[in-house]
């Protein structure tokens, strides 16, 4: 269902599992040679590897929740047919309007009933708004991802170990990005960690992609009484 993000994912992994490989490869002609000026431009990639395995998690879950919503429209349904929990999706330019300051309370009452009457409408979906997500991904610490897929009434399950790993991988790309640490201190030791890392990212974000195609598969998007009756 989700090729597109399966695609990104194996293409972005495969780039920086590229990456990685190098640095092993110098990582054993350093520990034969005991060369220092080998070893301070390794230890310099590997300062660089969060920023590898950050790129990994940020495209693949953009393309992923643009591929998924890009699904949903296609499928051409009813305001009334669709799931509560993409309510906020349907409607966040009249939801972000609420939050404007008016000097007429009648115009935000007005507002608020537009969107009640959209709820039972039968015309189709004009749209399903990325914004939320796209605002939030592009620092996706793990209790965010999981905010994100709750919000579409989903339990994404992520070890406890992962979230860590995962949380650590978002601050120190972060840190390297905003000048806050430089390039040249080392993220791990060692390439096997690295490569440990790595495995992690492609896991996890296996499990998002996977997660999200069992929401297209069980039509989660729609109201449960209309998901027997509709042939998608």
């Known amino acids: 269902m989700l090729e597109q993000s399966k695609l990104t994912l194996r293409e972005y992994s495969n780039e920086a599992m590229f990456f990685i490989n190098k640095i092993k490869e110098m990582e054993d002609d350093s520990l034969r040679d005991?060369?220092?000026?080998?070893?301070?431009?390794?230890?310099?990639l590997k300062g660089l590897v969060p920023v590898y395995l950050y790129g990994i998690i940020e495209k693949t879950l953009t393309v992923c929740f643009s591929e998924l919503f890009a699904i949903i429209k296609s499928y051409n349904l009813a305001?009334?047919?669709?799931?509560c929990e993409l309510y906020p999706f349907l409607f966040t330019d009249k939801l972000t309007a609420f939050k404007m300051i008016s000097t007429s309370?009648?115009?935000?009452?007005?507002k608020v009933s537009q969107v009640f009457q959209k709820i039972n409408d039968d015309d189709e979906i004009s749209d399903l708004s990325l914004h939320y997500i796209n605002e939030n991904i592009t620092n996706c610490r793990s209790h965010v991802l999981i905010d994100i897929y709750n919000l579409l009434g989903i339990d994404l399950q992520i070890d406890m170990r992962d979230r860590v790993t995962l949380?650590?991988?978002?601050?120190?790309r972060n840190a390297v990005?905003?000048?806050?640490?430089?390039?040249t201190v080392v993220y791990v030791k060692s390439a096997t960690d690295i490569i440990e890392r790595h495995s992690l990212v492609v896991r996890v974000l296996d499990t998002c992609i996977d997660t999200l195609e069992c929401y297209l598969r069980n039509k989660m998007y729609m109201k449960e009484s209309y998901r027997i009756e509709t042939p998608q």
């Open 177 to 183: 990005a905003h000048g806050r640490e430089k390039p």
């Open 105 to 110: 309370k009648s115009k935000n009452l007005e």
């Open 79 to 83: 305001y009334n047919k669709i799931s």
């Open 167 to 172: 949380d650590e991988i978002v601050e120190r």
């Open 34 to 44: 005991g060369v220092q000026h080998v070893r301070d431009y390794l230890n310099s």
